[in-house]
């Protein structure tokens, strides 16, 4: 009696522990006991975690750059093709704390600005501030296309012959990228009273931030977590039509996005480029111990607008540029500044066939951002891009002399991020707990299934020695 009541037990629970485990899968309810606990935690409220990560992120930045010196300025005046050496990295530690917080609409958005501080790091960079760079003279080339065919046209070329300046000249990488002053800018002012007498790549950038942005806190739906609502006052809707300097849907910078899928498209703003580009799913990876799902810009966003007809917005009266390049020149006071990947890597060959020294590769070259699917949280990611200036002879000025047309690169920069090991020990832990958490009715499932194999096998056995245990019950 004992015995078959046993096995009954057994046959019961398994069954009802398998109908359990079955249901607990289709419900899913440890997935979704595990969602909403990321999405409590993932909004800008004071006192979260999400809002310290967000006001002041812990991982250090860096923003690199790398110059290119040009070897043999004469010939290319004649003609012949630039040889350029790659020099840097120049190292920055990078410093961006949100300030002036400002919780609005019951707590939905939050309002900000994110100024950066570039502070250099000697012991990261190969080279100082105080290196000469040979590359082109921005100011002048900027000048001369702006103001050929009128009346300051022979003013500019006398004042650049008076003071010695040509199409390339040299400068300290400090001064290319926090400002100078500029011997023709500040003579020409006696002419154009509104000109700024300063040229820098970075002028003005250190501790200035870039105007007021409302980020959604995610309070009403977490997936708009630290999204950009405003900017500058301008809703992101705006922004495409009235102004390309622009950005779209922005993250900018957030250390936090809603949970992430391998279908996602990714909105990064880059005030760099003037606008946002997008980047999709890549591989799969492990950064630090963490799994991370890496995304990178498609060749797309950088294609002409035959394939991509988004870039629209960068051509100028019909003029567009070929695949690989963008025209942000109404973004930067009309200098003549084209943006690349470094090393001009996914452009059109041309372009790097036209500098000696350019070898474009993939891991060096590309953008990348690699997330941790289930928090969000971006481990790590390095955004590379190339200022190029558009050169060309202009036949009014002869210190062009008979250079080709040209894009030419003057350097770029890899604004990179790993996440810390504190922050990286932490996530692993989550990860753990969370695969656990939801592994939790496969166990079951599991736990199910071997009560039935023993169900089973004590039936089997039962019924091989039956013959013998039913005798005595029967001669009783
Ligand atoms: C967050 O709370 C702390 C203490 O409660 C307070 O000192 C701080 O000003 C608050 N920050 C914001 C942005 O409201
Ligand atoms: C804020 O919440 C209060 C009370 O819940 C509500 O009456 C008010 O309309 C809300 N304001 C906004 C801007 O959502
Ligand atoms: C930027 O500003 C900070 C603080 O004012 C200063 O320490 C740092 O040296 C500056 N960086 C540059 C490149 O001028
Ligand atoms: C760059 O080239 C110029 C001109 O040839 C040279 O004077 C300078 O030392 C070079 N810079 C570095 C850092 O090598
Ligand atoms: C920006 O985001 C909104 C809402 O998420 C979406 O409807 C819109 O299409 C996005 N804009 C672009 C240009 O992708
Ligand atoms: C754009 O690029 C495609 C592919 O590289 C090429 O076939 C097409 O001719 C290009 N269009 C223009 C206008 O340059
Ligand atoms: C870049 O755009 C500017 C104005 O936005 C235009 O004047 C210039 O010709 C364009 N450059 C090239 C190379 O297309
Ligand atoms: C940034 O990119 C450059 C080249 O693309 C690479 O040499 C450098 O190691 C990168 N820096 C970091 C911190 O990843």
Not at 264 to 288: G, H, P
Not at 379 to 387: I, T
Request: hydrophobic letters at 40%; aromatic letters at 10%.
């Amino acid at each position: 009696m004992m015995k078959s009541c046993c096995t009954y037990t057994t046959g019961v629970l398994s069954i009802i522990i398998l109908i359990a485990g079955i249901a607990m899968v289709v419900t899913q309810v440890f997935q979704n006991f595990l969602n909403n606990r990321i999405k409590r935690e993932v909004v800008l409220e004071n006192g979260t975690e999400a809002f310290a990560a967000w006001q002041d992120p812990p991982p250090p930045v860096y923003m690199q750059f790398y110059f290119f010196n040009l070897t043999n300025p004469k010939e290319v005046l004649s003609g012949e093709r630039p040889a350029v050496v790659e020099l840097g990295p120049y190292t920055y530690r990078e410093y961006r704390p949100m300030e002036g917080i400002n919780f609005m609409d019951n707590g939905t958005k939050v309002a900000a600005v994110n100024p950066k501080t570039y502070v250099f790091e000697p012991n990261m960079s190969r080279g100082s501030e105080d290196d000469i760079i040979r590359t082109a003279n921005i100011p002048a080339m900027t000048l001369m296309e702006r103001f050929q065919g009128t009346w300051l046209e022979r003013i500019i070329s006398d004042l650049m012959i008076s003071e010695g300046e040509g199409l390339f000249g040299t400068r300290k990488v400090g001064e290319l990228l926090w400002g100078y002053e500029d011997p023709l800018l500040k003579l020409l002012k006696k002419f154009l009273p509104s000109l700024d007498p300063n040229f820098g790549l970075f002028y003005k950038m250190n501790g200035t931030d870039d105007g007021e942005y409302v980020f959604y806190t995610g309070k009403q739906n977490y997936q708009d977590f630290a999204r950009v609502d405003l900017w500058r006052g301008q809703s992101s809707l705006d922004w495409w039509t009235t102004d390309q300097c622009n950005m779209i849907n922005g993250t900018n910078g957030a250390t936090f996005h809603p949970i992430i899928a391998k279908t996602e498209k990714l909105y990064i703003f880059s005030s760099d480029l003037c606008r946002s580009i997008y980047a999709t799913f890549e591989s799969e990876l492990s950064v630090m111990g963490v799994p991370a799902y890496r995304f990178v810009p498609p060749s797309t966003v950088f294609a002409n607008t035959t394939v991509n007809p988004d870039n629209a917005g960068f051509c100028v009266g019909g003029n567009c540029l070929s695949s690989g390049l963008l025209n942000v020149s109404v973004c930067k006071q009309g200098a003549p500044i084209i943006m690349s990947s470094p090393h001009f890597y996914e452009a059109d060959e041309k372009f790097a066939d036209d500098i000696f020294g350019m070898r474009p590769t993939k891991e060096e070259h590309q953008t990348a951002i690699d997330i941790n699917p289930l928090t969000g949280i971006v481990v790590q990611a390095a955004k590379r891009l190339q200022v190029n200036v558009y050169i060309e002879k202009l036949s009014a000025f002869s210190q062009t002399g008979d250079v080709r047309t040209l894009v030419y690169p003057v350097m770029y920069i890899n604004e990179s991020v790993l996440i810390d090991e504190e922050s990286a020990k932490k996530l692993q832990g989550v990860v753990t707990q969370a695969n656990v958490v939801i592994n939790v009715p496969f166990i079951i499932i599991g736990l199910g299934i071997l009560l039935g194999v023993v169900f089973i096998v004590i039936i089997c056995r039962q019924e091989r020695s039956a013959p013998e245990e039913r005798q005595p019950l029967l001669s009783s």
